[in-house]
């Protein structure tokens, strides 16, 4: 019961984190439980489930089919449940030190990647500091 309601915890963070820094993530405030709640859902019950069914495959691809299928569930969440909107957007630059990153255009797909690995990096985060 613990491990859940952490994973719940940890998956609302991740979300209202991506929605902070990625513009082209948008929560639907009035579905944000349940998004967080579906998502809670998908880390604790099918990613360990689809690493055991797709091992042969994930050893074969070296970790792409895991990868396609947060991509599929992400996608899955936000055009067939309406939980969040991802559009494409324009990533303003950024300038820290002697690091700069340009204006640059990411088209849906480009963020649905960014998004998933946004959100699936945050929550591993998590679970690796608590």
Same mark, same amino acid.
């Given at each position: 019961?613990?491990?859940?309601?952490?994973?719940?915890?940890?998956?609302?963070?991740?979300?209202?984190?991506?929605?902070?820094?990625?513009?082209?993530?948008? @929560?639907?405030?009035?579905?944000?439980? *349940?998004?967080?709640?579906?998502?809670? /859902? +998908?880390?604790?019950? %099918?990613?360990? $489930? &689809?690493?055991?069914? @797709?091992?042969?495959?994930?050893?074969? *691809?070296?970790?792409?089919?895991?990868? /396609? +299928?947060?991509?599929? %569930?992400?996608? $899955? &969440?936000?055009?067939?449940?309406?939980?969040?909107?991802?559009?494409?957007?324009?990533?303003?630059?950024?300038?820290?030190?002697?690091?700069?990153?340009?204006?640059?255009?990411?088209?849906?797909?480009?963020?649905?990647?960014?998004?998933?690995?946004?959100?699936?990096?945050?929550?591993?985060?998590?679970?690796?500091?608590?």
């Amino acid at each position: 019961m613990k491990k859940i309601f952490r994973m719940i915890i940890f998956s609302a963070l991740a979300l209202i984190f991506t929605s902070f820094w990625n513009k082209g993530f948008q @929560l639907n405030i009035n579905a944000f439980l *349940t998004a967080t709640i579906v998502l809670a /859902l +998908v880390f604790y019950l %099918i990613v360990p $489930l &689809s690493k055991i069914i @797709l091992l042969p495959l994930n050893i074969i *691809t070296l970790g792409l089919m895991s990868f /396609l +299928v947060y991509l599929a %569930i992400l996608h $899955l &969440s936000s055009d067939a449940f309406h939980l969040f909107t991802i559009t494409s957007w324009t990533f303003p630059g950024l300038s820290i030190f002697f690091v700069s990153i340009p204006k640059t255009y990411i088209p849906y797909l480009g963020n649905l990647v960014l998004s998933s690995v946004s959100i699936s990096s945050i929550i591993n985060l998590l679970e690796q500091l608590l």
